[in-house]
């Protein structure tokens, strides 16, 4: 996909950045993408709960920063605001407190480096976005998730999501297996008002599915981040019964960074599996 056509997939949407692990490049594509957007319009900004210091607290390696350019929206905590080498406005403060200060919207005023601090809850995620569009208007916001963890994305209505997977030898059978999973999963559709369902709370498990009653022409699940199957159990379970979700989440591509292997070889496995999902390949190594 070109650059421009990516550009235009976040603007006047809520995005947020997710990623298969640790590590795995969510910070740098915001980056990226934050970048992209600027060219446009200035975006508004933040994370979910403690974007972390210059080194990560459990293994110490160094973390990709995060700039604020003038004109930018960005979530943080008071505290962050001060440490920064930039220049901010508070535009709303909010009544949410952090181990790290008290959360605030900001815009900036003179660009400098921000760690970002957020939301913690799913209802303070859902405040905070609320703030941003309907109360500050901005209308191009993006949030760096947490690791492996969907059910942000579920807590904001009519939001996306693009996930980042780190790709080596060694986790690559893995990582095209986790893609066809969130492929088929982004695929579940709604309930329909004839349908007679069996809700499902919490977790789908294999477990579960043994205590589903006999009688039962479906399933109810609340998105697809309640799925906890692998691809081929899901598979086989929609081969066989009605599976719909509460609220569908948009799978907006896949962003995959590669490692010690060369991408053709990713290409090819992806081809043959036949992922239908928009898929980047390392966007900010070849721009």
């Known amino acids: 996909m070109q650059t421009q056509q990516l550009t235009y997939q976040f603007l006047n949407n809520t995005t947020f950045v997710m990623g298969n692990r640790k590590h795995a490049g969510k910070t740098t594509f915001l980056n990226w993408v934050l970048n992209q957007i600027r060219q446009v319009e200035s975006p508004a900004f933040g994370s979910i709960g403690v974007d972390g210091e210059s080194h990560d607290q459990i293994d110490g390696r160094t973390k990709p920063r995060v700039y604020a350019h003038k004109g930018d929206g960005i979530v943080t905590s008071l505290a962050m605001i001060k440490k920064s080498d930039g220049l901010f406005s508070i535009e709303k403060a909010l009544p949410i407190n952090t181990p790290l200060g008290q959360l605030v919207i900001a815009k900036t005023l003179r660009g400098g480096r921000v760690e970002l601090i957020g939301p913690e809850h799913n209802e303070q995620l859902q405040m905070v976005i609320k703030h941003l569009k309907d109360e500050l208007q901005y209308k191009t916001i993006v949030f760096d998730g947490a690791a492996s963890r969907l059910t942000p ?48 709370e919490g977790a789908l498990t294999k477990a579960k599915l043994s205590q589903l009653p006999k009688q039962c022409e479906g399933i109810l699940i609340n998105d697809l981040s309640s799925v906890f ?7 086989q379970l929609m081969k066989n019964s009605n599976i719909r979700v509460k609220q569908s989440i948009k799978l907006k591509g896949f962003v995959i960074i590669t490692k010690d292997i060369a991408l053709e070889a990713i290409k090819a496995m992806l081809q043959s599996k036949n992922i239908q999902t928009k898929i980047i390949y390392n966007p900010y190594v070849h721009q």
Do not use: C, W
């Open 229 to 235: 199957l692998s691809y081929q159990q899901l598979a």
């Open 153 to 200: 994305v579920s807590a904001v209505e009519q939001s996306g999501f693009y996930y980042v997977m780190n790709i080596d030898r060694r986790n690559l059978t893995k990582a095209v297996e986790q893609m066809q999973l969130l492929t088929l999963s982004s695929q579940l559709k709604t309930m329909q008002a004839a349908e007679q369902l069996h809700p499902l």
